[in-house]
Every structure is written in structure tokens, then in C-alpha cells.
């Protein structure tokens, strides 16, 4: 395995995974949208069924194979790059909130299936302001990349 991702370019796996990151996030700021609408509709009309069928789609098409590749393109990089890089504060700092970020696909993943087994769970302001979490992470992630501060 080691050969294998050490015989891949770098700069191929870390553009790879830039294009994960990015249909991962449009999923993770899409979804919540989805269910601000879900939350405004009428019981058993024809958005509902348009917005449950919508969310099942982002969730099976876009944001659950695109977090996928994140993390396993990643954690090639960090494998490619070798294990110390994890150990760097910047880094730490990262995996934390791609930690978080999982985390909140996970409870996105769980107001889904709540929303398609008919319950509501949350308002569709709940919702648009969850909406900004996964920008506002996206924000300190890049910066920690970009700039890899020392703390």
C-alpha cells in the first residue's frame, strides 16, 4: 500500500482532494436549505415529497461519497507525506474540525431520516442558520492550510 501511495503524484492526490472537500461542503451547505424548505411545507404535499426525495439524493450522491474520498484522499496525503505532519499544531487544529465537520454530516444524515419518516426537526430558521456552520469551518480550515501557524 505504502508503494501505491507513494507512487501517485502528491500534488495529484492533494488536487483530488481539494475537489472531494469541495462537492463534500456544497452537500453539507446544500442540505440544510433542502430542509428549511422541508420544514415550511405542507404535510404530505407535493414539496415534501420533492424535498425528501431531494435530500435523499444530496445524501447517497454527493455528500456521503464525497466525504469519503476526503478523508481516505487526506489520509493518503498525510501518508504520503508522512505521519509527523499529523502531529503539527495546524494540523491537530484541522483534523479537529473535519472531525466536527463529520460530526455534522452525521447529524445531517439523522435530520433526514427524520424528516423522511414524516417527523420535523427543527424550523426552517433552525435550519438556515445551521446552514453557515460548515462555511464558517471551511474559513478556519483553509486559513490553517494556507497558513500553517505555529500557535
Not at 451547505?29 to 404535499?45: K, N, Q, S, V
Not at 415534501?48 to 456521503?64: D, F, P, Y
Request: proline letters at 5%; glycine letters at 8%; hydrophobic letters at 60%.
Amino acid at each position: 500500500m505504502t508503494d501505491l501511495i507513494h507512487a501517485i503524484p502528491y500534488d495529484l492526490l492533494r488536487g483530488l482532494h481539494l475537489l472531494a472537500v469541495i462537492a463534500w461542503m456544497a452537500g453539507l451547505l446544500m442540505l440544510p436549505r433542502l430542509f428549511a424548505y422541508h420544514a415550511e411545507a405542507a404535510r404530505g404535499g407535493e414539496l415534501e415529497l420533492k424535498m425528501t426525495e431531494g435530500a435523499r439524493r444530496v445524501m447517497a450522491v454527493i455528500l456521503n461519497p464525497a466525504m469519503i474520498a476526503t478523508w481516505v484522499l487526506g489520509l493518503a496525503m498525510l501518508w504520503a507525506r508522512g505521519w509527523e505532519t499529523a502531529m503539527q499544531p495546524w494540523m491537530v487544529a484541522k483534523l479537529v474540525l473535519v472531525l466536527a465537520l463529520s460530526g455534522y454530516h452525521g447529524m445531517l444524515a439523522g435530520a433526514r431520516r427524520r424528516f423522511a419518516a414524516g417527523e420535523r426537526p427543527g424550523s426552517s430558521r433552525r435550519w438556515r442558520m445551521l446552514n453557515e456552520v460548515p462555511f464558517l469551518i471551511a474559513i478556519a480550515v483553509v486559513l490553517l492550510v494556507t497558513l500553517e501557524p505555529t500557535f
